[in-house]
């Protein structure tokens, strides 16, 4: 089975500096990985996913994640915020190839100060 | 292209009444459907998913049901709502695991 753990259930930090959430997984077979956003009172939307192939993988809005598979990680980054970007976000996984139920994670809270 | 509606946007219900969640999809058939909850300041808890028209399986146990009456149709039912019951509640399909899932805009229900 697998699980996600996401390390920090809330980050705060000031307009235009970089930020990272954490995200790390517990799967015995390979994975797809992804990270949603969800702003308040609205649904959550798709930032980016991994699926093979480059490590680094880019997303909308500025966010970019890296797959590092001997930690099991999939942390989040941008490298400079904005006050929009608050919102939770939420780490994904599922098994790879075939279709499997995603495995979300608790969310982070990142709250973006001016 | 793929869309998801779920209606309504906010809902306040007295504790006891009855309660019907709708979620619709367009553009896609046979899609994998879920039910989840967010309560106050906690993640999402899968309530229910659906592979197949009548097909409903359930996640945890509780005070909703879920049905599938049509491919691209999934409801979420009570028929007495508790106030533990109050939450944001989200819709999602997916057809495949490299697309992850898409979501609905949620409802806000509130039992007083």
């Known amino acids: 089975a697998q699980s996600v753990t996401q390390l920090d259930s809330q980050v705060p930090v000031f307009e235009e500096a970089p930020v990272e959430l954490r995200c790390n997984y517990s799967?015995?077979?390979?994975?797809?990985l992804f990270w949603y956003v969800q702003y308040p009172n609205q649904g959550l939307q798709l930032l980016l996913k991994y699926l093979s192939g480059s490590t680094l993988v880019k997303g909308i809005n500025g966010f970019e994640a890296e797959f590092n598979k001997s930690q099991t990680s999939f942390h989040l980054r941008k490298p400079s915020v904005h006050i929009s970007d608050t919102a939770e976000y939420f780490c994904a996984v599922t098994p790879s190839g075939g279709y499997n139920k995603l495995i979300f994670g608790a969310g982070t809270r990142l709250a973006v100060h001016p | 292209s793929q869309t998801i509606h779920q209606w309504p946007a906010t809902l306040v219900q007295p504790v006891g009444s009855p309660l019907s969640l709708e979620c619709t999809v367009e553009?896609?058939?046979?899609?994998?459907l879920y039910w989840y909850r967010q309560a106050a300041g906690r993640g999402l808890q899968l309530l229910f998913y659906s592979v197949g028209i009548g097909q409903i399986s359930s996640e945890v146990p509780q005070n909703l049901s879920a049905s599938r009456p049509q491919d691209r149709q999934f409801i979420l039912s009570s028929k007495k709502l508790l106030l533990s019951d109050s939450g944001f509640y989200l819709c999602?399909?997916?057809?495949?695991?490299?697309?992850?899932?898409?979501f609905g805009s949620g409802t806000r229900l509130t039992v007083v």
């Open positions: 799967s015995s077979v390979s994975v797809y």
């Open positions: 553009g896609t058939s046979n899609p994998n």
């Open positions: 999602a399909w997916g057809t495949g695991g490299t697309y992850g899932y898409t």
